[in-house]
């Protein structure tokens, strides 16, 4: 766990993700948080009694961009769970942003597919239910690590359209407006 912290803490941004039993999270569990490079993709299992550690300091170390897709989700579970978070990219809001008006989904998986011409399978996200026991196959852990391991590449690229069809300001105002409703304060960029 140790060498996995000190590889993903010198990144400069990681794709995260949380695998949650539900929409709610005053109700729903927490089952997991993902972490990826791009290369090197870790998945912490909260539900097997696998503390998040030194993961934790990832969150909120302000000189790793945690990229996240429809961040407000997995941002309100952290908060629920006690975790905090700071320097957010939210390729969510980043894609309605550039596809505003073309009436094109922001799914990660129709995002992917414009983009890199990725299918995401999502079939095994039915099984996270709260009647779930917890314990992770290797599909479900690979269906996990999927949402995650494109982040920082998309990422790239939604930074290089926003700066070309100059809609950078744009975003920032949307991001940071999500953000404050969740009760996160901007700090600077992209940091909540």
């Known amino acids: 766990m140790a060498l996995a912290h000190d590889r993903l803490a010198k990144a400069a941004a990681l794709g995260c993700d949380t695998e949650t039993s539900g929409l709610s999270p005053k109700y729903g569990k927490l089952f997991s948080i993902q972490f990826s490079d791009g290369e090197f993709n870790v998945l912490v299992p909260l539900s097997e009694g696998v503390a998040m550690g030194p993961f934790a300091e990832i969150l909120t170390d302000s000189r790793v961009t945690k990229i996240f897709h429809n961040a407000k989700f997995d941002l309100e579970f952290l908060k629920e769970n006690g975790h905090r978070v700071e320097n957010v990219f939210d ?36 099984k996270f239910t709260k009647k779930w026991d917890g314990v992770w196959t290797e599909e479900l852990v690979d269906y996990a690590l999927s949402d995650v391991v494109h982040l920082p590449l998309l990422m790239r690229e939604q930074i290089a359209w926003l700066e070309k069809l100059d809609l950078q300001k744009e975003f920032e105002a949307i991001q940071r407006s999500v953000f404050e409703k969740l009760g996160m304060t901007q700090r600077k960029g992209n940091a909540i």
């Open 91 to 126: 390729t969510m809001i980043a894609e309605k942003v550039l596809t505003r008006g073309a009436n094109q989904s922001s799914s990660l998986a129709e995002t992917l597919y414009r983009y890199f011409a990725i299918d995401l399978d999502k079939s095994q996200r039915a």
